[in-house]
């Protein structure tokens, strides 16, 4: 990883997120088939049980997980990683900061579905 990318991690209901939905929107268009429609990502912004952890350069997204929090699990919806940036370890550092959030947060697991 270089100097100029750095980890944010924030729930969807934060300003932080609203900031960033158009982006997530399109960063999820191109790396995901079938992708979220916008209406989808801009409702999570009224939502306290959705976490993103986030990947970013200065100009733009690199990787993200998407992680709903529901009773004692934790159930990871999305993860994108830029086509670039595979095959790196980005992705599992993506994945393990979305797998071991829960640890803190009183849930007693967490799961992927595919």
């Known amino acids: 990883m270089g100097l100029s990318e750095y980890f944010l991690s924030f729930a969807t209901c934060d300003d932080q997120f609203s900031h960033l939905v158009t982006d997530l929107h399109a ?6 088939a079938p992708s979220w429609t916008l209406e989808s990502w801009e409702g999570l912004r009224h939502r306290d049980d959705h976490f993103i952890f986030l990947a970013k350069s200065e100009k733009k997204i690199l990787g993200f997980v998407l992680v709903h929090r529901f009773e004692e699990q934790e159930h990871l919806l999305k993860i994108a990683i830029d086509k670039k940036r595979r095959n790196q370890g980005l992705g599992r550092k993506l994945f393990l900061m979305g797998c071991r959030s829960y640890q803190g947060c009183g849930s007693k697991s967490c799961y992927l579905e595919v």
């Open 27 to 32: 960063f999820d268009q191109d790396f995901m």
